[in-house]
């Protein structure tokens, strides 16, 4: 029999977390805002450009929708990939990029 090998793995063997940039739609969940993450892409059979959207539930900790709202819609976020907090939450906020104008 051949003697079995082990291959390196990297101490951290998760890597990074992604990250996405987008604007919140809707802050009137409690501990939860709505991100809508927009990008461009190339149809893959005909090459016409798309703008492609995607809706992503974020974790905010410090945000008590009727008392406390910490994060307003049409705040640009990034947001970042962590372990599942219910069943659509798999994102966090990490900072508010850009404050909405009319707040």
Same mark, same amino acid.
């Given at each position: 029999?051949?003697?079995?090998?082990?291959?390196?793995?990297?101490?951290?063997? &998760?890597?990074?977390?992604?990250?996405?940039?987008? $604007?919140? %739609?809707?802050?009137?969940?409690? @501990?939860?805002? /709505?991100?809508?993450?927009?990008? &461009?892409?190339?149809?893959?059979?005909?090459?016409? $450009?798309? %703008?492609?959207?995607?809706?992503? @539930?974020?974790? /905010?900790?410090?945000?008590?929708?009727?008392?406390?709202?910490?994060?307003?819609?049409?705040?640009?976020?990034?947001?970042?990939?962590?372990?599942?907090?219910?069943?659509?939450?798999?994102?966090?906020?990490?900072?508010?990029?850009?404050?909405?104008?009319?707040?």
């Amino acid at each position: 029999m051949a003697p079995e090998t082990q291959t390196e793995t990297p101490a951290d063997g &998760r890597g990074r977390p992604k990250t996405r940039i987008g $604007i919140v %739609t809707s802050n009137k969940m409690t @501990k939860t805002v /709505v991100v809508t993450v927009r990008r &461009r892409a190339s149809h893959a059979e005909y090459g016409k $450009i798309q %703008t492609l959207r995607v809706k992503y @539930k974020a974790h /905010v900790e410090d945000h008590d929708y009727p008392k406390k709202s910490t994060i307003n819609e049409g705040d640009k976020v990034l947001i970042a990939e962590t372990r599942p907090m219910s069943k659509d939450k798999r994102w966090r906020v990490v900072k508010v990029i850009e404050r909405a104008g009319n707040a």
